[in-house]
């Protein structure tokens, strides 16, 4: 179950069916929930918890200090749910005091090779990172979004649920629930039909979404009042919702 060469802070936390490949390193303040497997050559540092069911494959390293200049030491934080499984050479890093101290990663994630997560990012359920996907500090990620691979992303952009891009995407400002994007710079392309309808959405709801979607791109109105009429729409439409309240807490701009 734990490799002889495998190194093991004592006081690290590790509950008792846990698995650790060779030559993997586990700090201190490391705590890992029931059922994760460890592979060989994985470092595991900092203030980190991991949740139950996780795959962690070799050469990942996690809860390493952040690439932030101002970061001095502090006690932060990385914490990793449930049934996540991550690939080879992934790196994620610590959050820092200025932004609440936490990296956050939810459950049922499908996180590929050389993902990386930078300090204070926030990632929720059921997304899917392809390979090289890459974060800056500050990124919030919703639920079942899909990121294409090489996407690149600047911080404190905003992604919402159930988006998708494609490879080599480029985001610098924020990128609304439900659209599809690509290109450098990202520009929106319609909405991610096919990803609705696998997520049990019925053809009137993603109609609704398609009218709220011309409404913000195709309309040629400004976007004060593109987001005045999707909240009118959600009234009828309550999956509407989950955009309006985007837009509405969006800061940088979305893409357009």
Same mark, same amino acid.
């Given at each position: 179950?734990?490799?002889?060469?495998?190194?093991?802070?004592?006081?690290?936390?590790?509950?008792?069916?846990?698995?650790?490949?060779?030559?993997?390193?586990?700090?201190?303040?490391?705590? /890992?929930?029931?059922?994760?497997?460890?592979?060989?050559?994985?470092?595991?540092?900092?203030?980190?918890?991991?949740? #139950?069911?996780?795959?962690?494959?070799?050469?990942?390293?996690?809860?390493?200090?952040?690439?932030?200049?101002?970061?001095?030491?502090?006690?932060?934080?990385?914490?990793?749910?449930?049934?996540?499984?991550?690939?080879?050479?992934?790196?994620?890093?610590?959050?820092?005091?200025?932004?609440?101290?936490?990296?956050?990663?939810?459950?049922?994630?499908?996180?590929?090779?050389?993902?990386?997560?930078?300090?204070?990012?926030? /990632?929720?359920?059921?997304?899917?990172?392809?390979?090289?996907?890459?974060?800056?500090?500050?990124?919030?990620?919703?639920?079942?979004?899909?990121?294409?691979?090489?996407?690149?992303?600047?911080?404190? #952009?905003?992604?919402?649920?159930?988006?998708?891009?494609?490879?080599?995407?480029?985001?610098?400002?924020?990128?609304?629930?439900?659209?599809?994007?690509?290109?450098?710079?990202?520009?929106?392309?319609?909405?991610?039909?096919?990803?609705?309808?696998?997520?049990?959405?019925?053809?009137?709801?993603?109609?609704?979404?398609?009218?709220?979607?011309?409404?913000?791109?195709?309309?040629?109105?400004?976007?004060?009042?593109?987001?005045?009429?999707?909240?009118?729409?959600?009234?009828?439409?309550?999956?509407?919702?989950?955009?309006?309240?985007?837009?509405?807490?969006?800061?940088?701009?979305?893409?357009?």
């Amino acid at each position: 179950m734990r490799h002889p060469t495998a190194i093991i802070h004592p006081g690290a936390k590790l509950a008792d069916d846990v698995e650790v490949g060779a030559y993997s390193i586990i700090g201190e303040h490391v705590e /890992v929930g029931a059922g994760t497997v460890i592979g060989p050559h994985v470092v595991i540092g900092g203030h980190t918890r991991i949740g #139950v069911n996780n795959h962690i494959f070799q050469f990942s390293s996690l809860g390493e200090i952040p690439q932030d200049k101002k970061y001095a030491g502090e006690p932060t934080r990385l914490e990793i749910g449930d049934n996540n499984i991550i690939r080879e050479f992934c790196t994620f890093n610590l959050g820092t005091e200025q932004d609440g101290g936490m990296t956050r990663v939810g459950n049922d994630n499908w996180i590929m090779a050389y993902v990386h997560l930078a300090h204070d990012c926030q /990632v929720g359920n059921h997304t899917i990172f392809a390979n090289n996907a890459q974060l800056a500090g500050h990124v919030l990620v919703d639920d079942y979004a899909i990121l294409g691979g090489f996407t690149v992303v600047h911080q404190f #952009v905003q992604i919402g649920a159930h988006v998708i891009t494609g490879m080599g995407t480029i985001l610098l400002q924020d990128l609304p629930p439900y659209v599809t994007a690509s290109g450098n710079p990202a520009a929106p392309h319609g909405i991610n039909s096919e990803g609705l309808k696998r997520r049990g959405l019925n053809s009137s709801a993603i109609m609704a979404i398609k009218r709220a979607y011309k409404s913000l791109y195709k309309s040629g109105l400004s976007l004060e009042a593109a987001k005045s009429l999707i909240e009118s729409q959600a009234e009828e439409h309550p999956e509407l919702n989950l955009l309006a309240e985007f837009l509405a807490r969006s800061e940088r701009g979305i893409i357009r």
